[in-house]
């Protein structure tokens, strides 16, 4: 991705809550400069990776794959002495746009329409070696059980959840023709670099060309703050 792709998706996200009524913390809206001045007070953000994440997953076509990701709360799986024992995150998209076909091994997570569109998700149940299924997928939403066909259309519609549990694969985005969304996401600690077992060929962080400067730092470029 272009470092300008990343600035404007940023631009559009800060827009996008604001027109929801959410806020994120301050240290979201610092520029560079105030980063830089704050860097010995990073220890845990950068550990647990807090912050803005916002990939194209190296395919180069972000309008059809990818997301803009913030991650607000979250802790260290190995240490529970670091940072809090969950995670939350905003995951703001737009129409037309999808996160791939993954699934997680140790986090169980509520995906949540926090506001905008409607939310489609498809599931499929994996096996141990991380074969898909076709077989039904048993989920809660909002804590009643349901059973669907293994890539069936699921809507979540605005305040609704679902709950995915480990080894259950996912894809999902905004419903064509209501809307960008944004995406409430709560789960037991996340670990992006361990934890994310991907169905398709991709690449979970971006490669940014830095063909302009940057108006706020990725999560997992806090160590290049000068």
């Not at 996200?13 to 979201?28: C, F, S, T």
């Not at 950068?46 to 991650?71: C, H, N, P, Q």
Request: aromatic residues 10%; charged residues 30%.
């Amino acid at each position: 991705m272009k470092r300008s792709e990343v600035n404007r998706a940023m631009v559009w996200a800060e827009k996008l809550l604001e027109a929801n009524n959410i806020r994120l913390p301050h240290y979201a809206y610092w520029d560079m400069g105030e980063w830089a001045r704050h860097k010995g007070e990073l220890d845990t953000v950068r550990r647990v990776m807090l912050g803005w994440d916002i990939s194209d997953y190296g395919v180069g076509k972000f309008d059809e794959l990818g997301a803009v990701l913030y991650t607000v709360r979250n802790g260290d799986q190995s240490d529970s002495s670091v940072g809090v024992p969950y995670c939350e995150k905003y995951i703001l998209m737009a129409e037309g746009q999808r996160l791939p076909k993954h699934y997680h091994v140790f986090k169980t997570e509520d995906i949540i329409n926090r506001a905008g569109g409607v939310l489609a998700l498809y599931l499929w149940n994996t096996d141990a070696e991380g074969k898909q299924l076709d077989t039904d997928v048993h989920v809660f939403m909002d804590g009643i059980e349901r059973t669907f066909k293994a890539g069936e259309e699921i809507l979540v519609y605005k305040g609704d959840s679902i709950s995915l549990t480990p080894g259950i694969a996912h894809i999902f985005g905004p419903k064509p023709g209501y809307g960008d969304l944004v995406v409430g996401e709560v789960s037991k600690v996340n670990d992006d670099n361990v934890d994310n077992y991907f169905l398709e060929e991709i690449a979970r962080f971006a490669e940014i060309e830095d063909d302009e400067p940057a108006l706020h730092p990725l999560c997992n470029e806090y160590d290049k703050l000068s």
